[in-house]
């Protein structure tokens, strides 16, 4: 089978903000061995390789930026970096060698003043500023957005403010639920500190939601999702009776998530998907559970399809 079109590499977990709704603010700093890296991109390209994802912690600070990615363009593959924004003029010597397809700014506030309540660092006046300073690159970007408890009565300032500056791509996120990411976060109350609570839903459906559809429906080419998706969002974060994942996946065998240890997993939300090198993972993904599971995926529920089909 060849199924696997991306790559997601987390270069490192070093990170230079400390925000609310994210576990690297506890991890250790680790890098991923540019070796293993090389590796495990080479290894894939054989089972459908398209992109790789480079992620961290803050991608910007890993060593071996610049040589991961010549190589990943010397196999042809496209490349996406997603970054927190703090250090985008680093970025220019690398556009203008061609080497970045995509770039992913996280933002998550439209006053600076809740940028660094959520992200600890005074740091958004300086991402806007350098993607002005960026305009011949300006196509290549993508700004995301962590809708959240301190956040989501600003979204609507955000998107028009995106709107202005003429952001190509805008992501709408929404915290994770569960799963070993949010279980490293160490925080006392993650749900009550990230999550929207009653009060808060309240007031996002009655003065968030009519402006947020209206906004998306005059704006849609700036969202890469359709009206399905939106709806989604607003259910997920206004009603806990909402299945937390979606109902389909799109996961099983077309994702493949590296960790900096060189740990593998197909799944970032459950370990039982976790593999100790690239090599098991390649080697499990052509047995027959695994064509069970990729099929399953297409018409049934994410994680109790993937958990319960057996081993064989």
Not at 1 to 12: A, P, V
Not at 61 to 88: I, M, P, V
Not at 217 to 235: D, G, L, P, T, V
């Amino acid at each position: 089978m060849k199924e696997t079109e991306t790559l997601f590499i987390e270069l490192t977990q070093l990170c230079n903000l400390k925000c609310i709704h994210c576990g690297y603010k506890n991890c250790y700093p680790y890098s991923i061995d540019y070796t293993i890296a090389t590796q495990a991109i080479s290894k894939c390209v054989p089972f459908g390789l398209k992109r790789v994802v480079l992620t961290g912690g803050e991608p910007t600070l890993y060593k071996d930026l610049n040589n991961l990615l010549h190589f990943c363009k010397s196999l042809g593959l496209e490349t996406k970096l997603t970054t927190n924004g703090s250090q985008l003029d680093t970025l220019v010597p690398l556009l203008d060698e061609s080497l970045l397809d995509i770039i992913v700014v996280s933002i998550d506030a439209f006053d600076p003043t809740t940028y660094i309540k959520i992200r600890g660092r005074d740091n958004l006046p300086i991402i806007w500023d350098n993607y002005r300073k960026m305009s011949d690159y300006q196509a290549k970007f993508q700004f995301s957005y962590l809708i959240q408890k301190g956040n989501f009565k600003e979204l609507i300032s955000f998107l028009h403010q995106c709107s202005a500056e003429k952001v190509p791509v805008v992501n709408l996120l929404v915290p994770h639920f569960d799963g070993d990411f949010t279980h490293q976060l160490k925080l006392n109350d993650y749900y009550k500190t990230v999550f929207l609570q009653n009060d808060d839903i309240e007031v996002f459906q009655r003065e968030v939601v009519p402006d947020l559809l209206d906004f998306y429906s005059n704006n849609q080419s700036m969202f890469k999702f359709n009206c399905n998706h939106i709806s989604a969002i607003i259910a997920y974060l206004t009603d806990n009776t909402v299945e937390r994942r979606g109902k389909i996946c799109s996961l099983p065998l077309k994702t493949i998530f590296l960790y900096s240890d060189g740990t593998v997993r197909m799944c970032p939300y459950h370990s039982e998907w976790s593999y100790s090198c690239i090599d098991d993972l390649l080697n499990d993904i052509q047995n027959k559970r695994m064509k069970v599971i990729f099929e399953g995926s297409k018409k049934s529920s994410l994680c109790r399809h993937c958990l319960e089909v057996p081993i064989e």
